[in-house]
């Protein structure tokens, strides 16, 4: 129990969890950090707990963001000097670069990879897709979900079957994503998303949807990426356009997308997390 192993600091990874440790700490003088996940705006607790939340965070002596645009969302509702943006790290697992992929490839493509949900907006890539009058170009969305069904459809629909892969979960991504041409992020809303954390690790040239939120802090745009107005389909398709017909514009942003392994490297994060830790015990 709490009381009787005294941890030196309690760190709540889930609204759920963060309020109970906060609770269970009640007269114990154990600090207590909490770790959002999450964009409230996008995932609303129930009014129970989002009073609970709201009350027991001012007890927290941190409480971390993965984004600038979370810490500003926060700040009105808890004092800033309790509040720290810390992202979470870029980890890719180096893979032989000769092994091949469990499935045939196209010889050009973009990527996308994500669950198959409705808020990684993968219609509207498709949709973006079909507007790009490429047709030596396809499209490969890498992930599982219950939005497949959906996704099949619309792919007959837009008459994409011979252009656009739907291969599920992959095991090791990056076999595919070293193979792709760039990335897409199409996502309606993200917290912070490491998707697009390990292509750019992976070297790929990025774009995105400026969504809330994540993208803008990991994309700066046009100098290691591209984004465009949040669910703009026709912004998408022509920016995708763009890359397709630019291979020196690939190769630039390529060039520029591993240094975020600089800014978002493990190093360099958990020394951020060792000094939030230091400073609370």
């Known amino acids: 129990t709490l009381r009787s192993n005294r941890p030196d600091v309690v760190i709540g990874f889930s609204e759920h969890m963060s309020v109970m440790m906060l609770l269970a700490t009640l007269g114990l003088s154990i600090p207590v950090i909490v770790f959002e996940h999450t964009?409230?705006?996008?995932?609303?607790?129930?009014?129970?707990w989002g009073l609970l939340?709201?009350?027991?965070?001012?007890?927290?002596?941190?409480?971390?963001?993965?984004?600038?645009?979370?810490k500003a969302v926060a700040v009105q509702s808890w004092p800033e000097k309790i509040l720290h943006v810390i992202p979470n790290p870029a980890v890719v697992v180096e893979s032989d670069r000769?092994?091949?992929?469990?499935?045939?490839?196209?010889?050009?493509?973009?990527?996308?990879?994500?669950?198959?949900?409705?808020l990684k907006g993968f219609d509207m890539l498709l949709e973006a897709f079909s507007r790009c009058k490429r047709d030596d170009w396809s499209l490969v969305i890498l992930g599982e979900g219950e939005d497949r069904p959906r996704l099949e459809q619309l792919v007959k629909s837009l008459k994409l079957e011979q252009r656009v892969l739907l291969p599920g979960r992959v095991a090791e991504p990056s076999h595919v994503l070293r193979r792709a041409e760039f990335f897409v992020l199409s996502s309606r809303y993200e917290g912070f998303?490491?998707?697009?954390?390990?292509?750019?690790?992976?070297?790929?040239?990025?774009?995105?949807?400026?969504c809330p939120t994540g993208?803008?802090?990991?994309?700066?745009?046009?100098e290691d990426g591209i984004l465009v107005p949040r669910e703009d389909i026709s912004a998408l398709a022509e920016a995708m356009m763009g890359l397709m017909d630019d291979e020196g514009e690939r190769r630039r942003l390529a060039a520029?997308?591993?240094e975020v392994m600089k800014r978002f490297c493990v190093e360099k994060v958990m020394g951020q997390w060792d000094v939030l830790l230091a400073s609370v015990r």
């Open 193 to 210: 998303p490491m998707a697009l954390v390990e292509a750019m690790a992976c070297g790929l040239p990025v774009l995105s949807f400026d």
């Open 256 to 258: 520029r997308a591993p």
């Open 53 to 70: 939340r709201r009350w027991s965070y001012f007890r927290a002596k941190g409480i971390v963001l993965l984004t600038e645009e979370l």
């Open 215 to 222: 993208p803008s802090d990991i994309i700066r745009d046009g």
């Open 39 to 48: 964009d409230p705006r996008q995932a609303p607790l129930d009014r129970l």
């Open 98 to 118: 000769n092994v091949s992929p469990p499935f045939e490839l196209p010889p050009r493509f973009v990527v996308a990879m994500g669950r198959l949900v409705p």
